[in-house]
């Protein structure tokens, strides 16, 4: 899964600084940890597939108790595979 971060350079700015003897710019390590809604994260089929393969049991909970007439609907149509 790829998930865009955006660092302000004013964070850079921060953590990097002038070295004279490696006439460079040295950046401390980028530590941080960002929060983002389900409506920001987009997911691809092998992520989906990635997801359902870790947490299969709870999913089907999840399915069967909040969804189960919806889950049978479909399973009568024929409109899902199991």
């Known amino acids: 899964m790829i998930v865009p971060v955006r660092i302000h350079y004013r964070e850079l700015e ?3 600084y002038y070295d004279d003897q490696e006439k460079s ?3 401390d390590d980028y530590d941080a940890d960002h929060e ?3 409506d920001e994260v987009e997911f691809d089929y ?3 597939g990635d997801i359902v393969d870790e ?3 709870d999913i089907i909970d999840i399915l069967l108790r ?3 007439k919806e889950l049978e609907k479909a399973l ?3 409109k899902t595979r199991l």
């Open 14 to 16: 921060e953590l990097c």
């Open 25 to 27: 710019v040295v950046c």
């Open 36 to 38: 983002y809604t389900v």
């Open 46 to 48: 092998a992520d989906l």
């Open 55 to 57: 947490y299969f049991d």
């Open 66 to 68: 909040n969804h189960r």
């Open 76 to 78: 009568a149509k024929g």
